[in-house]
């Protein structure tokens, strides 16, 4: 069980949800470089866009640390 002054959140998450921001942001440059019919803004900014929101910011929350899990388990025994 975790204690009150434990993080739930560790590096490994931190760094999905950094990374899910900087793929977000990128998405938006992407989407506002000219022409509109381009490859950048047509294709690459929604792909890039979808990846962030619907695949890294959710990894970011719902991933947890393996080796935590572990001590807890064996905290319980």
């Not at 590096?11 to 381009?38: D, H, M, T």
């Not at 990894?59 to 935590?68: E, F, G, K, N, Y």
Request: charged share 15%.
């Amino acid at each position: 069980m975790a204690q009150r002054g434990d993080l739930p959140f560790t590096r490994k998450n931190w760094s999905l949800a950094i990374a899910g921001l900087a793929v977000i942001v990128l998405g938006y440059v992407f989407l506002r470089i000219p022409p509109a019919e381009g490859f950048l803004s047509l294709t690459l900014a929604p792909v890039l866009l979808v990846v962030g929101y619907c695949v890294l910011i959710p990894m970011a929350i719902l991933v947890r640390d393996q080796s935590a899990d572990e001590g807890d388990e064996a905290e319980q025994t």
